[in-house]
C-alpha cells in the first residue's frame, strides 16, 4: 500500500493513501487509537490557540483531539453529534457533507451543550480541515448557540484549507491528484 510520510508534533506517522475519486485521493489521517499522537498534537496546538473558555468539535475523530485540549487546558469541551439522540432536548442542528463522507450528516447539539457555548468565547477544533464544510457547520451552530467564534484549529490543513488565514494548524496535509 502507498503511503505519505507524516512528520506531525515531533512524531512521525506513515498514513495510507486512499482514493475518494477517480481523480483525487487523500493521506488517511485517524487519530483515533493513537495516544501517544494525540497527546503530542493537543499539545502543541493549544500553544496556537487564542484564548477560549470552552472547545468545540464534531463527533467522531475530533473527539480525542478535544478531549485531550480540555484535559491540558482545563477548559470544557462540547461534542456536536451527528444525529439527534433521545436525549437531546431541544435540538439546533446543521447539515455538512464533509470531503470523507459519501452523503449529507447532520450536526446537532441539545439545550444542555447549548448553554455551555452561550456568551462563552469557542474554540472550533477538529483533526483535519479540507474543504471547510465541517468547520461551516461548527460555526453555524455557535452562532446558532450564542457562542463567540475566537479561533478554528486542526491537527492538519489539507490542500487549499492551508492556505486560510482564519484557522491555525500544526501542518499541512496535500491532496493527491491523478
Do not use: N, W
Amino acid at each position: 500500500m502507498e503511503t505519505y510520510t507524516l512528520h506531525v508534533a515531533g512524531l512521525t506517522r506513515e498514513l495510507p493513501i486512499c482514493p475518494i475519486s477517480d481523480t483525487m485521493s487523500i493521506a488517511a489521517f485517524i487519530m483515533l487509537g493513537d495516544v501517544e499522537l494525540t497527546k503530542a498534537t493537543a499539545k502543541e496546538l493549544l500553544t496556537k490557540c487564542p484564548d477560549f473558555d470552552v472547545l468545540l468539535t464534531a463527533e467522531c475523530k475530533g473527539i480525542p483531539l478535544a478531549y485531550e485540549m480540555s484535559a491540558m487546558s482545563g477548559k470544557p469541551h462540547v461534542i456536536a453529534r451527528k444525529e439527534k439522540k433521545v436525549y437531546t432536548i431541544d435540538p439546533i442542528e446543521v447539515v455538512v457533507r464533509s470531503i470523507t463522507t459519501q452523503h449529507e450528516q447532520k450536526l446537532v447539539l441539545g439545550r444542555e451543550d447549548v448553554e455551555k457555548l452561550r456568551g462563552k468565547r469557542v474554540m472550533i477544533v477538529d483533526d483535519v480541515i479540507s474543504t471547510g464544510e465541517s468547520l461551516e457547520a461548527l460555526e453555524k451552530l455557535t452562532e446558532a448557540a450564542g457562542g463567540i467564534i475566537c479561533g478554528r484549529g486542526a491537527v492538519l490543513a489539507e490542500g487549499d484549507a492551508a492556505k486560510r488565514e482564519d484557522i491555525v494548524f500544526l501542518e499541512e496535509l496535500p491532496l493527491i491528484f491523478a
